[in-house]
């Protein structure tokens, strides 16, 4: 059998979820019961990362501190692993995560632009911290282009490298062949994030595994942006019968899934209507609470809003569009 490390980020994608208002009991409860299960990684933070609770995308309920020394304290056997897109933290907040424990740091970037991430890696080699870089929206570049920009990464320090499906939009075969593509290139492990817009996440995370990526996120009950993650406690179990060895306790991640639904969700993430739209669209699954308000307010169709965004090319980051697209359209339809 073949090795998978798998990468639970449950404590920071699904902030988003919830619009960043996890509190400490419910980040302390789910971390513990993730390292009782033998989850290799355990991620932490805003839904944005580092030093991105603010106005324009939402305060957090818990500061960054008080979050990393929460989570490190309830973990034993567990690495804890953090999350940052550079513009939204710094330097400062990767020292800051390096002092309180943090074993892995991922600088996220969008997947043209991995120069954005240059100084950080550099920084992270420096530190001799496992900074990771994982390219963002990777549906909008080829297979050739993302192996380039991967390799790249690599060369700026990061000792891993992988895609994030971001919007839910790819089917396997385009994971199949991007994250081919990148395992070629690099001498390094290879990552897969993926979100489940189009009901396909645990499909393409085994895609993923069998084309050469060693690193593979999932969210317990699927808990994330938008339709949510690839779900834990299913992707576990297939990747086992795929023939793929993850070291994860399945009574003990049930039970950590259990307890995500009860503790930390009104309800699991549903592949609902806007959800198939922002996949379909190729728009960040971050968006959707945005999108849906400011939609609201204007009487816009939300799934206009995205097939706007979508022929935009709107990315992270830029959530200021949505506002935008909602106006000219509220224009229109008056």
């Keep these: 059998m073949t090795d998978v490390v798998v990468h639970d980020p449950t404590l920071r994608d699904g902030q988003h979820a919830v619009r960043h208002q996890l509190g400490v009991a419910a980040?302390?409860?789910?971390?513990?019961?993730?390292?009782?299960?033998?989850?290799?990684?355990?991620?932490?933070?805003?839904?944005?990362?580092?030093?991105?609770?603010?106005?324009?995308v939402g305060r957090a309920a818990v500061s960054d501190d008080l979050m990393l020394a929460t989570v490190r304290a309830a973990l034993r056997r567990s690495k804890m692993g953090v999350f940052m897109l550079p513009g939204w933290g710094t330097s400062a907040d990767l020292r800051k995560a390096i002092a309180h424990g943090a074993d892995v740091i991922r600088i996220g970037v969008h997947c043209t632009e991995p120069s954005l991430a240059e100084r950080h890696l550099g920084f992270l080699a420096e530190q001799g911290?496992?900074?990771?870089?994982?390219?963002m929206m990777s549906h909008m570049a080829t297979a050739a282009q993302l192996a380039e920009h991967a390799a790249t990464a690599v060369g700026y320090g990061a000792r891993a490298v992988g895609l994030m499906d971001s919007a839910g939009n790819f089917l396997p075969q385009d994971v199949s062949d991007r994250i081919g593509a990148i395992a070629a290139a690099v001498d390094v492990p290879v990552i897969f994030h993926g979100h489940n817009n189009l009901g396909m996440a645990v499909a393409n995370s085994v895609a993923a595994a069998q084309a050469g990526a060693t690193i593979i996120d999932g969210c317990a009950r699927?808990?994330?942006?938008?339709?949510?993650?690839?779900?834990?406690?299913?992707?576990?179990?297939?990747?086992?019968?795929t023939g793929f060895r993850t070291g994860i306790d399945l009574y003990g991640l049930l039970d950590a899934a259990d307890f995500a639904e009860r503790e930390l969700m009104p309800a699991p993430p549903t592949t609902d209507t806007v959800s198939i739209v922002s996949g379909l669209a190729g728009v960040f699954s971050g968006f959707k609470h945005q999108v849906l308000d400011a939609s609201r307010r204007s009487g816009v169709d939300p799934r206009d809003v995205f097939f706007e965004l979508g022929r935009r090319q709107a990315i992270a980051g830029q959530e200021d569009l949505i506002v935008d697209v909602v106006a000219e359209l509220g224009e229109v339809a008056s």
């Excluded at 949510?228 to 992707?235: I, Y």
């Design 27 to 56: 980040l302390r409860g789910y971390a513990e019961a993730a390292d009782a299960a033998g989850v290799p990684v355990v991620e932490v933070g805003h839904g944005n990362g580092l030093g991105a609770s603010s106005l324009q």
């Design 222 to 241: 699927g808990f994330g942006a938008g339709a949510g993650n690839t779900q834990l406690e299913v992707l576990v179990p297939v990747l086992e019968r």
């Design 129 to 135: 911290a496992d900074g990771h870089c994982v390219l």
